[in-house]
């Protein structure tokens, strides 16, 4: 019994471990590859929220800002065919923002670093995703 646990256990902390390590290698991955990224797509609020986390001291507007962002993309995600960004990268993407979502909520009032870096990997995400969107929609535009 014990030692069943014990797998259990450590085949989660294992699971966590490769989500983490998949998610942040795939941001790292779209960030290096978009070196020419214009200032993005003024109908989102991610670019400006990420400019504004460095400074502002209330993080409430600001995740209310990346939830409007965050519901649209996944709306689009979800029935904008065409667009072709259900791939599980995507879907892992948009779990990591549910996860950072999470633990921003968590580490609010106790430890407001940790709150800041999780709302900025959250707009990440988002920034990787709406541009994805916009390439998408540039290339079905051209063809």
């Known amino acids: 019994m014990i030692t069943s646990v014990f ?3 450590i085949s989660v902390v294992l699971f966590g471990y490769w989500l ?3 998610c942040v290698m795939l941001l790292r991955s779209a960030q290096e590859g978009a070196e020419n990224v214009t200032a993005g797509d003024e109908r989102f609020n991610v670019h400006a929220v990420l400019e504004r986390l460095q400074t502002e001291a209330d993080l409430d507007p600001l995740e209310r800002a990346l939830d409007r962002d965050y519901h649209v993309v996944t709306y689009l995600i979800e ?3 065409g667009l072709e960004l259900a791939s599980v990268e995507n879907k892992l993407l948009v779990l990591d923002y549910q996860l950072m979502r999470l633990w921003s909520h968590l580490t609010r ?3 407001p670093q940790q709150s800041r870096k999780a709302l900025t990997e959250m707009a990440a995400v988002l920034a990787v995703l709406v541009d994805q969107m ?10």
Do not use: F
């Open 7 to 9: 797998i259990i256990g």
């Open 20 to 22: 983490r390590y998949s």
């Open 79 to 81: 029935h904008a065919a």
């Open 109 to 111: 009032t106790l430890a």
């Open 134 to 143: 916009g390439e998408q929609s540039q290339i079905q535009m051209e063809a």
